[in-house]
């Protein structure tokens, strides 16, 4: 079973999207696994707080570094192992495919949620291995970017999709965007599904998917052609 933990200020919000749709169901089936540890429950603050004003000035708040260390903690005698720290920042790699193919090997990954002006650097250095972005903009916290990892990581594990074969044959699974899809009627409004794919001819089909894939590519992320 894979383990996902969320290290976050608000663990109501991840867990209410995740137990939905396909990872939800792959929680059921005891495929995969996430939780949603409150970095709140950790604070020695007697008032509960979790962040307080930056050294050296300046807006906002910043989370402390206790807390977060010692919800880090928690965590990792409960699993056991040496667990890979991902923490959700616009500062970090983008996130794409390839990295959640990489990453969808493991089997226990922490994704640590910020808020406010951001956390203590010293326990980011203490505790965490990845810095991740899903995009360079800024987001009012991590969560959401811990979903959409989770989400993406989730589905190439083996059983999570009813049908595994579609985690291969996705965008972005050989550098190129998924190829055009459509499903009943033949024709809508005027506008027929393409004679190749009425055919049955199985090698006709996969050229032109190719093309097609190819020809998308070209036109909405030249990027991914370059090389």
């Known amino acids: 079973m894979k383990n996902y933990y969320v290290m976050t200020l608000f663990p109501d919000m991840v867990m209410n999207g995740l137990n939905t749709s396909i990872t939800g169901r792959a929680k059921e089936k005891g495929i995969i696994n996430f939780e949603a540890v409150n970095i709140r429950d950790f604070t020695k603050e007697k008032h509960g707080h979790v962040d307080d004003y930056p050294y050296g000035g300046g807006a906002g708040m910043v989370m402390q570094a206790q807390p977060v260390y010692d919800a880090y903690k928690y965590i990792e005698n409960k699993s056991g192992v040496n667990t890979r720290v991902i923490y959700m920042t616009p500062q970090g790699k983008v996130f794409n495919q390839q990295m959640a193919k990489e990453l969808s090997c493991e089997d226990n990954i922490i994704f640590l949620c910020g808020h406010y002006e951001g956390i203590d650097e010293r326990v980011l250095e203490m505790i965490v291995t990845d810095n991740v972005s899903i995009g360079d903009y800024v987001l009012t916290g991590g969560e959401l970017p811990a979903m959409v990892m989770i ?17 291969l044959d996705e965008s972005f699974s050989e550098n190129l965007l998924e190829y055009p899809q459509y499903t009943r009627p033949e024709e809508f409004m005027g506008k027929k599904v393409p004679e190749v ?31």
């Open 197 to 227: 794919l009425l055919s049955g001819h199985h090698a006709n089909i996969a050229a032109w998917r190719k093309e097609q894939s190819l020809i998308r590519t070209k036109n909405r992320r030249p990027d991914l052609l370059d090389g």
């Open 151 to 167: 989400d993406t990581i989730s589905r190439l594990v083996p059983g999570v999709l009813n049908n595994d074969l579609s985690a």
